[in-house]
């Protein structure tokens, strides 16, 4: 028997929980040596995204970024087939930033942008900040880092984010 995921399993092991403080958060993040191109940000999230676009650009010593943003009720397969072009294209800039701000991403479309992510090119990145992740294919989400603030509960997780933070002593 082949197990295959449901969505909410796979959703339920999000890949970084932001802490409040983007620029550290990422500064720690990027400072292991990982290389992550691609994410998938909570749409109400307008400080993070922007402190990985500001990021990026002092990442590589520049003001500007070639930023392309999507935005709209739908990202249909004709934007896709523009965003893989341009993702294989030389930037102006020399990095390049593709934000998807679309409510919904048509199936054809999220098909063309797995076969970009599978292997994207060097300094391109991409944030996907759909109203919801419901609409987004299992194969898609695989390729995100997902990444999303963590709840305020009380005393519980001040006492996990110690432990984590610190470790047991």
């Known amino acids: 028997n082949i197990l295959i995921p449901t969505r909410e399993a796979f959703l339920q092991n999000v890949d970084m929980i932001l802490n409040d ?3 550290e958060f990422l500064n720690n993040l990027f400072s292991k040596g990982v290389n992550i191109q691609a994410f998938l940000v909570p749409k109400d999230d307008i400080l993070f995204r922007e402190s990985l676009i500001k990021f990026f650009s002092s990442k590589n010593n520049i003001s500007n970024l070639d930023v392309h943003t999507y935005e709209g009720e739908v ?4 934007e896709a087939r523009e965003i893989h072009t341009l993702a294989h294209k030389t930037a102006f800039r020399g990095s390049k930033i593709f934000l998807l701000k679309n ?3 048509a199936p054809e479309a999220q098909a063309l942008l ?3 992510l ?3 090119p060097p300094e391109t990145y991409f944030i996907l900040s759909p109203d919801s992740h419901s609409g987004l294919s299992i194969p898609l989400l695989s390729r995100l880092t997902i990444l999303q603030k963590a709840p305020e509960v009380g005393g519980e997780w001040q006492l996990a984010k110690k432990i984590f933070s610190y470790g047991l002593k």
Do not use: A, R, V, Y
């Open 103 to 105: 409510n919904f991403i």
């Open 118 to 120: 599978e292997e994207p």
């Open 114 to 116: 797995l076969k970009t």
């Open 21 to 23: 403080n983007p620029e």
């Open 75 to 78: 990202l249909k397969i004709d």
